[in-house]
């Protein structure tokens, strides 16, 4: 089947203006993921959704950024008046679910990665 | 606080060698899962294993074995018979603890392989 989507694939914008990112998740999906990628360095994470709702947004790294999802499917992350240290890529991904945490581990929590979204603000 | 640590920013291998890319990690949870992803130049993240805590067996998918010591806290990734495709960087990924099911990366090894 289809693979997590993501777009646009490059944004380049000015300093200042809003920008949405949208991620398709896998079919049946349930969690979904947003990661930061800065040059040359590993994965942040942003927000997770179980669902529609968000019960971790840890790792927003300001109120500039909100998510939200839709349909249990298809979710934007936003970026008001961006500024340049948010020049990154920024991926999503989803697995089929999220365990609690305790127990046996199933390989169903893999999370599977789109292409990710490059962002450049100028 | 749980963190994943590699030690190897860079590292080669000659074409149909194998490879052990180091991994170890820290958390105060007892049930946790460990993942390696590899992200080729054209920046996607390409799962390539998995392993959890109470799993007896190494985990293994093709090519690709997992090297898991829990007393000393290290999963290791081997790739046999080196590729020139296998030429990527390449991440180690713990799952979060319980309040959390976010990913905690570590800063990645850069593979290059030689022909």
């Known amino acids: 089947g289809a693979g997590v989507s993501q777009s646009p694939s490059n944004k380049v914008t000015e300093k200042g203006k809003d920008v949405e990112l949208r991620c398709d998740p896998i079919?049946?999906?349930?969690?979904l993921y947003w990661y930061r990628q800065r040059l040359g360095q590993g994965l942040e994470f942003l927000i997770y959704?179980?669902?529609?709702?968000?019960?971790?947004k840890s790792g927003l790294p300001s109120d500039r950024f909100s998510a939200e999802r839709t349909g249990e499917s298809v979710s934007t992350l936003t970026i008001q008046r961006t500024q340049q240290e948010d020049s990154a890529v920024y991926l999503c991904?989803?697995?089929?679910?999220?365990?609690?945490?305790?127990?046996?581990?199933?390989?169903?929590?893999?999370?599977?990665f789109g292409p990710g979204t490059r962002l450049l603000v100028l | 606080a749980q963190k994943i640590t590699q030690t190897q920013p860079g590292m080669f291998v000659q074409e149909k060698e194998a490879v052990t890319l180091d991994c170890t990690y820290d958390?105060?949870?007892?049930?946790?899962?460990l993942f390696w992803y590899k992200q080729p130049s054209s920046g996607e993240m390409i799962f390539l294993i998995y392993?959890?805590?109470?799993?007896?067996q190494n985990a293994t998918e093709g090519r690709y074995s997992l090297n898991f010591q829990k007393a000393r806290k290290s999963a290791n990734l081997v790739i046999s018979a080196s590729q020139l495709g296998d030429s990527a960087m390449y991440f180690c990924?713990?799952?979060?603890?319980?309040?959390?099911?976010?990913?905690?990366f570590g800063s990645g090894t850069r593979l290059l392989v030689r022909p």
């Open positions: 990924a713990m799952r979060g603890s319980d309040s959390s099911y976010k990913l905690i």
């Open positions: 079919s049946g999906h349930t969690a």
């Open positions: 991904a989803s697995s089929l679910y999220a365990t609690s945490g305790r127990g046996y581990h199933l390989s169903g929590e893999t999370q599977y």
């Open positions: 958390t105060s949870d007892p049930s946790y899962g």
């Open positions: 959704f179980q669902g529609n709702s968000a019960p971790d």
């Open positions: 392993q959890g805590s109470y799993d007896q």
